[in-house]
């Protein structure tokens, strides 16, 4: 069993900087396709930014040149760094991982193509 554990969220001002961070397992961190997702109220759950298990990143649109997802192997973090924030970036922020060996990773934007989730960290932005 895979254990992910989310910090960082909190209240922010429009414009300002909030940075996430999902502990994970070593092997996670090197070897599974990882993203940060996020939900609203009324609204689906969506990809944020992630790695594939080749490393490759991946942003949507609307956070495109403001957010950038690392990985930080010393500590077996996956981090989400949010600048420039809008009050439509505020949701629920959950870090998701999956196993390609297992079939998942197929798709870095589907829900479905991760095995394991965090508890999810509160993110507001006020303007």
């Known amino acids: 069993q895979v254990t992910l554990v989310e910090s960082g969220g909190g209240l922010v001002q429009a414009g300002e900087v909030l940075t996430l961070s999902c502990v994970a397992p070593?092997?996670?961190?090197?070897?599974?396709?990882m993203a940060w997702f996020r939900q609203s109220p009324g609204r689906e759950r969506e990809v944020v930014a992630s790695?594939?298990?080749?490393?490759?990143?991946t942003y949507s649109g609307p956070v495109e040149g403001r957010f950038n997802i690392a990985k930080e192997k010393a500590s077996n973090t996956l981090v989400l760094l949010m600048s420039s924030l809008k009050p439509e970036d505020t949701a629920v922020y959950y870090c998701?991982?999956?196993?390609?060996?297992?079939?998942?990773?197929?798709?870095?934007?589907?829900?479905?193509?991760?095995?394991?989730w965090g508890q999810g960290t509160q993110v507001t932005v006020s303007s």
């Open positions: 998701a991982a999956g196993d390609p060996r297992r079939g998942y990773c197929y798709d870095v934007a589907a829900p479905g193509a991760y095995r394991y």
């Open positions: 070593d092997y996670v961190i090197g070897r599974y396709c």
């Open positions: 790695f594939d298990h080749y490393d490759k990143t």
